[in-house]
C-alpha cells in the first residue's frame, strides 16, 4: 500500500507545473491512506519566524489557515527548528503537541 501511495504521488508531481497542487493532493491521499481526520502542511516564515498552515485538511481546515505559529511551538516548530523529520506513534502523549491547534484541528 505504501508503494502504490508513492508511486501514485510521483505521477502527480510530475504532472503539473506548481508545486502547491501536488503537494495538496499529496496530503490529501496520505490522510485518506492513513485513515486521519484532518491532516496539514506548515511552513517557516524565517523573517517574522512563524510557523503557518499552507494547506489544511479536515472540519478546522478554514480556521488554521488563519493561524500563525511560534516558530518553536509544538511538534511541527521542533521540526522546523532542529531540520530534522520526526516520527511519532502516539502524538497525544508527546509533551511537544500544541494542544490547542490539535483541538482545532481534531476536535
Known amino acids: 500500500m505504501k508503494q502504490t501511495l508513492l508511486y501514485k504521488a510521483g505521477e502527480k508531481i ?8 501536488p503537494v495538496e493532493q499529496i496530503t490529501q491521499m496520505t490522510q485518506h491512506a492513513l ?7 506548515l511552513l517557516l516564515d524565517e523573517e517574522k519566524k512563524e510557523l503557518f498552515f499552507q494547506i489544511a485538511n479536515g472540519e478546522a481546515e478554514k480556521t488554521l489557515e488563519r493561524i500563525r505559529l511560534n516558530a518553536q511551538s509544538g511538534v511541527a516548530g521542533w521540526v522546523a527548528c532542529h531540520g530534522k523529520p520526526l516520527i511519532i506513534n502516539d502524538v497525544t502523549k508527546d509533551q511537544r503537541l500544541n ?8 476536535g
Do not use: G, N, P, T
Open 14 to 21: 510530475s504532472s503539473v507545473s506548481e508545486l502547491s497542487q
Open 35 to 41: 485513515k486521519a481526520s484532518a491532516s496539514s502542511v
Open 99 to 106: 494542544k490547542d491547534i490539535d483541538r482545532m484541528q481534531y
